[in-house]
């Protein structure tokens, strides 16, 4: 079993920042990949960045340039820098994570809002 915790989320104005971070219950070294996503009621969760394990990074085009993704394994934590937030970018952020045996973890998610 992984636990993942995510924070960092919050209120935001439009053209602000925030980083979000999830820590991992175990070594993240190891694992395929981690990656974030995020969700809106009434849609469906959509892939916002990746980052496997090799440290090759995808990111959703609505975020490029915006948003990045890294991990500390030192920590075994894994961010999401969000710049230029729009109020578009507002959803719940969720952490998930593919173990070496490709198991899937999600983890509880945490609220961006982006307003003025």
């Known amino acids: 079993q992984v636990q993942l915790v995510e924070s960092g989320g919050g209120l935001v104005q439009p053209g602000g920042s925030l980083r979000l971070s999830c820590a991992a219950s175990?070594?993240?070294?190891?694992?395929?990949?981690m990656a974030w996503f995020r969700q809106v009621p009434g849609k469906e969760r959509e892939l916002v960045a990746s980052?496997?394990?090799?440290?090759?990074?995808n990111y959703a085009n609505s975020v490029k340039g915006r948003f990045t993704i890294s991990r500390d394994i030192a920590k075994d934590t894994v961010y999401l820098q969000m710049i230029s937030l729009r109020p578009e970018d507002t959803a719940v952020y969720y952490c998930?994570?593919?173990?070496?045996?490709?198991?899937?973890?999600w983890g509880q998610g945490t609220q961006v809002t982006v307003s003025s």
């Open positions: 998930n994570a593919a173990t070496a045996s490709w198991s899937m973890y």
């Open positions: 175990r070594n993240i070294g190891s694992f395929n990949f």
């Open positions: 980052i496997t394990r090799s440290n090759t990074t």
